[in-house]
């Protein structure tokens, strides 16, 4: 069926004109039409002025259609979270009150809680209680505007429960209508069986791990955690080496407890993204900047763990390439809420709501290499936009901290809670 939206106050498109990414300074210009009208079946059809329709459909007659107003609302593409864990089980609420109390992240992580205290739970879940935890996340972030979703494994660190975290978000992919894509994350933390021996731990993800979820095609992307206390840029090379043999295109956990060049490592690679950043060295900007590697910044995990935030003005200024998404996850941000990202992004890295608005729509897809599929409102592209509750799209950083998406649209299909 084919739908002609009008009354549309302000419609937000991103329009790149085929381009699949928008770097720098041109993150700040959204293309954005005043009243307009858009057609669209599963994809765009066609977008414009209101003015213009009538000649259009004189021109591109169509026998059965349906007109639907958006009441003098803006429109904005669907949000693309293209960083999340929301594959787990069980709660870290007792650990996040004892961080309240004055613990660290770290400090709780060394006592053998964080990472390690979602892997005993997910360890114990079956496919099921995976997919309806993370079918419950995937449905609240819709509400909340997201239209496409990354999603990690990297909680069970074992060869059967990493492929059980797979599946799990494959069935999510099954049964959801928003486009999921998924990540190979083994490289999340050094199991506790492994802990002396983590050389072994990289030979099983390199040997058994990586070869057999290949096999089963159950990911796209293979991440790894380089940090200080998980794996060295060292360790990073010989995964993202079988990693890229193998074919899996390639993401980094970057820099975000302390600097350790990790950023130079993701762009040594030619990873599409490296993520978190909050302690990228000028080098490696430098070097990302140079190999088109995505800047993924995840200010709700420096707000959620109280960190200096990602340099993201720095990265706009000097022209990378900038996405934001949420890295949902039961330690360090626990929100699945993109608007809430976008707010942050804004008032706590100085980006300017255009840019907030590429960085999480244009850019994220670009972060998935799906953005000639979908992240802005462009002919051929999938009919994945949000209806917001305002006219003007500057609301929905202005009334922060509430729900500004009157209706989320997915391959042309409102979505139905
Ligand atoms: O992206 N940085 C590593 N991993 C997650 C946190 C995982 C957790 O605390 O459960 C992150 O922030
Ligand atoms: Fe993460």
Not at 43 to 64: A, C, F, R, T
Not at 161 to 167: A, D, F, S, T
Request: charged share 25%; glycine share 6%; proline share 2%.
């Amino acid at each position: 069926m084919i739908n002609i939206l009008t009354n549309i106050s302000s419609l937000v498109t991103i329009n790149a004109n085929g381009k699949l990414f928008k770097a720098g300074k041109d993150m700040q210009d959204i293309q954005e039409i005043k009243n307009a009208a858009m057609v669209f079946d599963t994809n765009i059809i066609w977008v414009g002025k209101e003015s213009e329709l009538e000649q259009y459909l004189i021109d591109n007659p169509i026998k059965e259609y349906k007109t639907i107003s958006a009441d003098n609302k803006c429109i904005i593409p669907g949000f693309v979270d293209s960083h999340t864990h929301i594959v787990f089980a069980g709660s870290r609420s007792n650990e996040f009150a004892k961080r309240l109390r004055g613990a660290t992240y770290k400090e709780i992580a060394d006592e053998g809680g964080g990472i390690q205290t979602t892997v005993k739970a997910t360890r114990n879940a079956s496919i099921d209680d995976l997919f309806q935890n993370g079918k419950t996340f995937a449905i609240s972030a819709i509400k909340y505007g997201t239209t496409a979703l990354e999603i990690k494994s990297g909680y069970s660190l074992n060869l059967d429960g990493e492929i059980k975290q797979l599946e799990a978000i494959k069935k999510l992919k099954e049964n959801l209508p928003l486009s999921i894509s998924s990540t190979f994350m083994g490289a999340h933390d050094i199991p506790i069986e492994f802990r002396d021996n983590k050389d072994k731990y990289i030979d099983l993800i390199c040997d058994e791990m990586l070869p057999l979820i290949k096999e089963k095609q159950l990911a796209e992307f293979c991440d790894v955690f380089v940090d200080e206390g998980y794996f060295t840029v060292n360790d990073g090379d010989k995964i993202f080496k079988k990693a890229s043999e193998l074919g899996f295109k390639l993401k980094l956990h970057a820099d975000e407890l302390a600097n350790t060049e990790a950023a130079s490592l993701a762009a040594r690679w030619d990873a599409v993204s490296a993520d978190h950043l909050l302690n990228v060295s000028e080098n490696g900007i430098q070097n990302m900047i140079k190999s088109g590697t995505v800047f993924t910044l995840l200010p709700g995990t420096a707000y959620f763990i109280r960190l200096p935030y990602a340099p993201a003005r720095k990265i706009i200024d000097k022209g990378g390439i900038l996405a934001i998404a949420s890295d949902c996850n039961p330690g360090s941000c626990y929100t699945e809420n993109m608007q809430l990202i976008l707010s942050l992004a804004v008032i706590n890295m100085n980006m300017t709501a255009e840019e907030a608005l590429t960085a999480a729509t244009l850019n994220g897809a670009y972060a998935l290499r799906k953005s000639d599929e979908f992240g802005s409102i462009e002919v051929g592209k999938k009919a994945n936009f949000l209806i917001l509750d305002s006219s003007n799209y500057a609301d929905l950083f202005y009334h922060f901290g509430i729900n500004h998406v009157k209706e989320t649209w997915i391959s042309g299909v409102q979505f139905d809670k």
